[in-house]
T-cell receptor, first 110, second 115 residues
Framework: EDKVVQSPLSLVVHEGDTVTLNCSYEVTNFRSLLWYKQEKKAPTFLFMLTSSGIEKKSGRLSSILDKKELFSILNITATQTGDSAIYLCAVEANTDKLIFGTGTRLQVFP | GAVVSQHPSWVICKSGTSVKIECRSLDFQATTMFWYRQFPKQSLMLMATSNEGSKATYEQGVEKDKFLINHASLTLSTLTVTSAHPEDSSFYIC???????????FGDGTRLSIL
């Protein structure tokens, strides 16, 4: 059975801290891995990763994929209160379906 | 680009009522749209894949007669929750992608509360 596991489930940090969110997967016919940020409404797209070892970066956020070890990490440096959200990892198989992990709830306090 | 709009954003209705939720791709055409359900403090679970001009494909455990999906045009898919009951209360979200191998983009979701 396909599955995506995220850790930690919850994280509480102070502004300025750096955090690393983890995502491991076991999915047949892997095509890509995606990271989304979910605040009060629907998820907003962050990164799409298809190749191992190539870091994707957007401002203070970065992500990388390891297809041999079947995991990805999402790093956020110099966290701000606006980074507080649920971060979802999803894996897309050749069927176009997204399989989501349970998410990591990040809370950043001033 | 790649904007997905969902309507309504919030519905409260009595048990036994049928509720229709619309999902529109505003600036692209989508032959396929996806419907998800998210219960509190849980992740998104795929309910069904909506295919333009043909029948939807439902995930295991999702009742096709209860969750009717219609994808009559390349920019609109609808999900109708028939004879809704309190256990159907959830956050329903749709998604679509403008092209194959591109990220899925999500609508803002519909919070459904059945009294």
């Amino acid at each position: 059975e396909d599955k995506v596991v995220q850790s930690p489930l919850s994280l509480v940090v102070h502004e300025g801290d750096t955090v690393t969110l983890n995502c491991s997967y076991e999915v047949t016919n892997f095509r890509s891995l995606l990271w989304y940020k979910q605040e009060k409404k629907a998820p907003t797209f962050l990164f799409m990763l298809t190749s191992s070892g190539i870091e994707k970066k957007s401002g203070r956020l970065s992500s990388i994929l390891d297809k041999k070890e079947l995991f990805s990490i999402l790093n956020i440096t110099a966290t701000q209160t606006g980074d507080s959200a649920i971060y979802l990892c999803a894996v897309e198989a050749n069927t176009d379906k997204l399989i989501f992990g349970t998410g990591t709830r990040l809370q950043v306090f001033p | 680009g790649a904007v997905v709009s969902q309507h309504p954003s919030w519905v409260i209705c009595k048990s036994g009522t049928s509720v229709k939720i619309e999902c529109r791709s505003l600036d692209f055409q989508a032959t396929t749209m996806f419907w998800y359900r998210q219960f509190p403090k849980q992740s998104l679970m795929l309910m069904a894949t909506s295919n333009e001009g043909s029948k939807a494909t439902y995930e295991q455990g999702v009742e096709k007669d209860k969750f009717l999906i219609n994808h009559a045009s390349l920019t609109l898919s609808t999900l109708t929750v028939t004879s809704a009951h309190p256990e159907d209360s959830s956050f329903y979200i749709c998604s679509a992608t403008p092209q194959p191998y591109q990220p899925q983009h999500f609508g803002d979701g519909t919070r459904l509360s059945i009294l």
